[in-house]
């Protein structure tokens, strides 16, 4: 008598669960790089606001220079200020530095981007 049984043996299955492991093994390193990165592009934008806010507040005010107060500015920051502190660490007449923090039970927790902005030089960007 013959018997027709269908079904996957367990060799089968078990290739088919290394090959699922090797993918999410590559995968998820990937993933969680991008999502940083987004984060961080996040954070750019919005540093790249405050230092369009700077230039224009030294336009208006050039005889105080740049500030290191963010409430002067006019700028918004309401869609990163869940994620992102965004500070003015320092200023002068010839430049300013503006550093976004990931806040504390945040996705952006642990994570940084700084801009040093000179007058006359290219900014430079730094993230951790």
């Keep these: 008598m013959l018997r027709n049984q269908k079904g996957f043996t367990l ?4 290739v088919v669960i290394v090959i699922v492991a090797i993918l999410a093994a590559v995968a998820v390193p990937l993933y969680i790089n991008y999502v940083k990165d987004a984060q961080r592009t996040e954070a750019k934008g919005a540093i790249g606001a405050v230092i369009t806010a700077e230039q224009t507040y030294f336009q208006t005010n050039p005889a105080s220079g740049y500030t290191t107060d963010v409430t002067l500015l006019n700028v ?3 869609d990163v200020a869940h994620n ?3 500070t003015i660490t320092s200023a002068d007449p010839n ?3 503006v550093q976004a923090s990931g ?4 996705p ?3 994570l940084g981007v700084t801009c ?3 007058r006359g030089a290219a900014p430079v960007w730094t993230e951790t």
């Design 95 to 97: 430049g300013f530095t």
């Design 76 to 78: 918004d920051l309401s």
């Design 103 to 106: 806040k504390t039970g945040t």
């Design 116 to 118: 040093v902005y000179a």
């Design 108 to 110: 952006t927790e642990n």
């Design 84 to 86: 992102w502190d965004i």
């Design 11 to 14: 060799m089968e299955l078990m």
